[in-house]
């Protein structure tokens, strides 16, 4: 580290840091010559769910099944088209999957019904409807779809931290998604909000979807947020970016902080560090803190949550008993860690 570098720091343990521990990190942080700095905050673009989109996809579709019972192909066309460009445009919709899967089996009832018929591409329509809601009973008219091969799509992240992947309106419980070949709706959520949406069209077999824009910003909260101390005796930081940081903890004993230097996510074993004793410290005349409150602790929320000691807010990350995985989430009104 460099002379005066901003280091970020986290702060690990059920409990806040403690007077005394405040002023050992203190004299670590001055004899190291680093500036002892919270990490950035990493809040996330959201998107805005429109439910009144849903409905009108949902006019067009009886528009359709109206102009099939006339059988007025270009009344169809026209509707279905509209609701398709509607749903192209919004895959963040909890009920993409099933109105697009009605779009494509109102296609395939089209194909069948009204002269010139095309029967290739009515089953090409409805087992792209089976692969996006995995069928339903037929409806008067309609036939069964052949099955569409199967597919798994494997999404690359970082890691799943406090995000959920949703395929076709379900949370997915893992990274690689069992699924049928096929148009799909991809959803991200982050704290229960949609991030990240997009429709992909799955191949038979197995494919990939890099989502690398959603990797946690560089010494954010969110990248360091899930660092926490491992059986009580070491720094665990699964997949952090951040070059260089300091995570500490109460001392062992009375007066004292335990402090682990890393870089990413490697970090040195925890080494206990006293501060000097108050008549030996030299009498600082600038720069001084009012409150005497080292700067590093006005911390604002990292990780799970913040405790206040003598008015002031000090982080806490996590305990040891805190998991890498992600917690449960639901998306919107039916639609981590």
């Not at 560090?273 to 005497?292: N, Y």
């Amino acid at each position: 580290m460099t002379p005066d570098a901003a280091t970020p720091i986290v702060w690990l343990g059920e409990q806040p840091a403690d007077t005394q521990a405040a002023a050992a990190l203190t004299a670590w942080a001055r004899s190291h010559g680093v500036s002892l700095v919270p990490p950035t905050d990493d809040a996330r673009t959201t998107l805005t769910v429109d439910l009144g989109i849903a409905a009108t996809v949902e006019d067009w579709l009886d528009s359709a099944r109206d102009a099939l019972t006339a059988r007025s192909a270009a009344d169809v066309d026209r509707a279905l088209a509209a609701a398709r460009s509607l749903l192209d445009a919004h895959p963040e919709l909890p009920n993409a999957a099933w109105l697009m899967a009605e779009v494509e089996r109102a296609r395939a009832a089209r194909f069948r019904r009204i002269p010139p018929t095309d029967l290739e591409a009515a089953e090409r329509a409805a087992s792209r409807a089976y692969a996006l809601d995995g069928g339903r009973l037929a409806g008067a008219g309609e036939t069964q779809a052949t099955l569409p091969p199967t597919a798994t799509i494997t999404l690359q992240m970082r890691a799943a931290r406090e995000e959920q992947v949703w395929m076709d309106g379900s949370p997915a419980t893992t990274l690689a998604v069992e699924s049928r070949a096929g148009p799909h709706a991809i959803v991200v959520t982050w704290q229960g909000v949609p991030i990240w949406a997009r429709w992909v069209e799955a191949p038979p077999g197995a494919s990939a979807i890099a989502l690398s824009e959603l990797d946690a910003r560089a010494c954010s909260s969110a990248d360091l947020g899930p660092a926490h101390l491992a059986e009580g005796e070491r720094v665990e930081a699964h997949l952090a970016l951040c070059a260089h940081w300091v995570a500490a903890a109460q001392g062992l004993t009375r007066g004292a902080v335990r402090v682990a230097t890393c870089q990413a996510d490697r970090c040195t074993p925890l080494a206990d560090w006293h501060a000097a004793p108050l008549w030996s410290q030299p009498v600082q005349t600038e720069h001084k803190h009012r409150s005497g409150w080292p700067a590093w602790a006005t911390w604002g929320l990292v990780g799970t949550g913040a405790a206040v000691v003598s008015g002031v807010v000090v982080a806490v990350v996590a305990s040891s008993s805190r998991s890498a995985g992600g917690s449960e989430w639901t998306l919107g009104p039916t639609i981590t860690k």
